[in-house]
T-cell receptor, first 115, second 111 residues
Framework: NAGVTQTPKFRVLKTGQSMTLLCAQD?????MYWYRQDPGMGLRLIHY???????AKGEVPDGYNVSRLKKQNFLLGLESAAPSQTSVYFC??????????????FGEGSRLTVL | KNEVEQSPQNLTAQEGEFITINCSYS?????LHWLQQHPGGGIVSLFM???GKKKHGRLIATINIQEKHSSLHITASHPRDSAVYIC?????????????FGPGTSLSVIP
């Protein structure tokens, strides 16, 4: 069973380029999240979605956009990449919201480097 | 100052040693999670705690709500335990409920 799948796993961009990270889950989860992980810091929430067609800002949303057109997919877009967006990005999903004692299922991560 | 801190940041142990990783937090919480991140990057949930102690195999997690502190213990450590261990808390009383992740503790167990 695939669980949560992220593509691509690695990408190098030049400053100003755009790209989209795709997260797909096959568990019929309502809730999906995008996090970034930086050295010495914990995972930080970028955007999240509580259902198809809905998105909301997390702690660090600036410079990112998201879409949830289908329940199983959550896209993270960078319209004009900046070196500060060099990071490892994780997608997660859950049946229950993260604010309830429920389990988060994570993807394998996508390492993005912006030159 | 991070709201969730972990110590040590890095830890190297010999196979068989008893290991303790600590987590302290400064916010009011309703639950605490311990997660494991393997070198390949995948993150899995180990424990969810709101009080007391939980045990799963060689892993034991404890939490002291009054002291705002949790520990993750690994007994009879093995090289396959090598991973980053992440503490995360579900905070309450903020503008929106959220999970706050610690920076992680990198554990390396040497044969």
């Amino acid at each position: 069973n695939a669980g949560v799948t992220q593509t691509p796993k690695f990408r190098v961009l030049k400053t100003g380029q755009s790209m989209t990270l795709l997260c797909a889950q096959d568990m019929n989860h309502e809730y999906m999240y995008w996090y970034r992980q930086d050295p010495g810091m914990g995972l930080r929430l970028i955007h999240y979605s509580v259902g198809e067609g809905t998105t909301a800002k997390g702690e660090v949303p600036d410079g990112y956009n998201v879409s949830r057109l289908k329940k199983q997919n959550f896209l993270l877009g960078l319209e004009s990449a900046a070196p500060s967006q060099t990071s490892v990005y994780f997608c997660a999903s859950s049946y229950l919201p993260q604010t309830v004692l429920g389990e988060l299922f994570f993807g394998e991560g996508s390492r993005l480097t912006v030159l | 100052k991070n709201e969730v801190e972990q110590s040590p940041q890095n830890l190297t142990a010999q196979e068989g040693e008893f290991i303790t990783i600590n987590c302290s937090y400064s916010v009011g919480i309703s639950a605490l999670h311990w997660l494991q991140q393997h070198p390949g990057g995948g993150i899995v949930s180990l424990f969810m705690l709101s009080s007391g102690k939980k045990k799963h195999g060689r892993l034991i997690a404890t939490i002291n709500i009054q002291e705002k502190h949790s520990s993750l213990h690994i007994t009879a450590s093995h090289p396959r335990d090598s991973a980053v261990y992440i503490c995360a808390v579900r905070s309450k009383g903020t503008s929106y409920d959220k999970v706050i992740f610690g920076p992680g503790t990198s554990l390396s167990v040497i044969p």
